[in-house]
């Protein structure tokens, strides 16, 4: 069936440390998907992609890993900011007829001073 | 440049209420869909519309009507308003054309069913 979701509800980091938000799926015909983060009271933003034809993708202090095998995707933010504070949300967009962005629940990612 | 605008930022109906919630993009993007977003859970897809002329149905579409005005602008209309539809509704755009490209959201809209 159609399912996103995430291991950790919340995750708690010390200023500077690496943090490590996981994502399962369990639709195996996509073969996109996106990390977002929301901040309080906006909109999620797009952080990075990854298609399914690569295991690894590098942003800016971000790195999304991919692993299909097991239909596990991972958001990897190196020496992690206050302002990385947020939820974050993995998806997978599905073909239908027309593309769909299916979300997970979502991790808060708390970041101590 | 406003990107994703949506009108009301906050609104209170009682229960049997109609209202729509309106949302205009000004990127030039084909697709456009309305979330609901509800505490501890991700963000439910109601309606899209992939292009200027068409609608589908998402995850939840039921007590939701839509219209796609136009290439800009995507409405969303609760004809009976009920407790359950209390939520935050967020209206997305995306180019289209193929699976890739992200979502762009707009600020979202606070809706609290009485």
């Known amino acids: 069936g159609e399912n996103v979701g995430l291991h950790l509800p919340t995750l708690s980091v010390q200023e500077g440390d690496n943090s490590i938000i996981n994502c399962a799926y369990s639709?195996?015909?996509?073969?996109?998907f996106i990390w977002y983060k929301q901040e309080s009271g906006k909109g999620p933003q797009f952080i990075i992609d990854?298609?399914?034809?690569?295991d690894k993708r590098q942003g800016q202090r971000v790195t999304v890993l991919l692993n299909k095998t097991v239909k596990h995707l991972s958001l990897q933010i190196a020496a992690t900011q206050p302002g990385d504070s947020a939820v974050y949300f993995c998806?997978?967009?599905?073909?239908?007829?027309?593309?769909?962005?299916?979300f997970g629940a979502g991790t808060r990612l708390f970041v101590k001073a | 440049n406003a990107g994703v605008t949506q009108t009301p930022k906050f609104q209170v109906l009682k229960t049997g209420q109609s209202m729509t919630l309106q949302c205009a993009q000004d990127?030039?993007?084909?697709?456009m869909y309305w979330y609901r977003q509800d505490p501890g859970m991700g963000l439910r897809l109601i309606y899209y519309?992939?292009?200027?002329?068409?609608?589908d149905k998402g995850e939840v579409p039921n007590g939701y009507n839509v219209s796609r005005l136009n290439k800009r602008e995507f409405s969303l209309r609760l004809e009976s308003a009920a407790p359950s539809q209390t939520s935050v509704y967020f209206c997305?755009?995306?180019f289209g054309g193929g699976d890739t490209g992200e979502l762009f959201f707009g600020e979202g809209s606070r809706l609290t069913v009485l």
């Open positions: 998806a997978e967009i599905l073909n239908t007829g027309g593309f769909k962005t299916i």
């Open positions: 639709n195996s015909a996509s073969d996109y």
């Open positions: 990854i298609r399914s034809n690569m």
């Open positions: 990127m030039n993007h084909n697709s």
């Open positions: 519309s992939a292009s200027e002329g068409t609608t």
């Open positions: 997305a755009c995306r």
